[in-house]
């Protein structure tokens, strides 16, 4: 457990809704969706396939906590002016927030297919299920076409629709080249080619365009394409802010990977077996001497527990998992100090609610 895990409690409050908290609401919504887009003409002509793509949602979007998707609604109804505030907006704002889960879903399912990973959020991953195999391929396009007549049916005649689209199109492309240079780097275990493993590459490669835009930018631009009156000025910042809390996010990630148990995490850590360029191979290779860099490129990106073994103790002998605890608590005060920088009061309370969400998951 990562040190700021223990210490930290956020002084920030999430504001309550009249009846029920925002993730309760937002939970809510996805049936009332999920009919709207079986019924859609277009879905509707072949049953069999919208039948198809409710059991493909409703399995994958299962277990998730929902972070991003409830985030938009909470940044609708924190950033917005009070007097602005409308109950058709912040129903709007939760079906943003399910576009969001629906299209990060997608990428999950074509994730664990380039990885071959065997389970996610505690079940077994989409094309290990019967009947699915390789067809997980198109699932994902299916899933991408969802998201795109959710919005449709939901935005056509709103005058925010085009800016929607975009970015909700930029989210899918900068997804996907994050995957793709993750996944480039998978091959050079095969040379045993580690030259690329860099912390430059690490931190302007993987975390931006793996995490950064889709995680915790991408719902405030949602949030804020139904607001009124907005002063963009009133968010500058927020990039850096977002920077950051980026790097804590997939450092942490890379974290529960290799320690964490199976049953916290609901996923069995694989990236050293896969050879992927987590923060803990890079530091690694940062930190190591001749001897230990031949250790490392031995043993790396190997299935055999051995190896694996190996390369935990290698960790352990340059003393990884203090410094991550070390360089955690680095990002975090930098973190806050951006956050109580921020121009806006309301970003600001709503960006502490995220680090108290982030620094407490498990």
């Known amino acids: 457990m990562s040190v700021v895990l223990k210490f930290f409690t956020c002084p920030a409050k999430q504001k309550q809704t009249p009846e029920m908290n925002i993730e309760e609401k937002f939970r809510e919504e996805l049936p009332g969706i999920l009919g709207n887009l079986m019924a859609s003409p277009k879905l509707s002509q072949i049953p069999e396939v919208a039948t198809w793509v409710k059991k493909i949602l409703e399995y994958n979007l299962r277990g998730s906590k929902y972070f991003g998707g409830v985030m938009v609604a ?3 109804d924190m950033l917005e002016k009070p007097e602005n505030i409308t109950e058709e907006n912040q129903k709007l704002s939760r079906v943003l927030g399910w576009c969001g889960e629906m299209a990060r879903c997608a990428f999950c399912i074509s994730d664990d297919l380039m990885e071959k990973s065997t389970t996610r959020h505690g079940n077994p991953c989409w094309y290990l299920m019967p009947n699915v ?7 994902c396009m299916l899933v991408f076409s969802s998201v795109m007549e959710t919005i449709e049916i939901y935005f056509l005649e709103t005058p925010y629709f085009k800016d929607i689209v975009r970015l909700i199109h930029k989210t899918i492309l900068y997804c996907s ?5 993750d996944f480039m780097l998978l ?3 095969v040379n045993k080619d580690y030259s690329q493993f860099t912390i430059e ?3 302007t490669t993987i975390v931006p365009y793996v995490c950064r835009f889709c995680t915790f930018e991408l719902p405030v631009l949602l949030a804020l394409t139904i607001m009124k009156d907005v002063d963009m000025n009133t968010y500058d910042g927020m990039h850096d802010v977002c920077d950051k809390l980026s790097k804590l996010y997939v450092m942490q990630d890379d974290y529960l990977d290799c320690y964490a148990d199976e049953a916290a995490t609901g996923k069995v850590g694989n990236d050293i077996q896969q050879g992927k360029c987590s923060w803990f191979a890079v530091t690694a290779l940062q930190r190591c001497n001749e001897a230990q860099r031949q250790l490392f490129t031995k043993h790396y990106a190997s299935e055999n527990p051995e190896d694996v073994a190996i390369i935990k103790k290698l960790y352990g002998d340059l003393q990884l998992e203090e410094l991550f605890k070390q360089r955690e608590v680095e990002l975090y005060n930098d ?4 956050v109580h920088a921020l121009s806006s009061s309301a970003l600001t309370e709503y960006f502490l609610i995220i680090i108290d969400k982030i620094t407490k998951k498990s």
């Open 335 to 338: 973190i806050i100090r951006h």
């Open 133 to 139: 195999g390789l067809g997980a391929v198109n699932d």
């Open 201 to 203: 590459r690490y931190e």
């Open 74 to 76: 909470l940044a609708y």
């Open 187 to 189: 091959s050079h275990h």
């Open 177 to 181: 080249m994050g995957q793709q240079a």
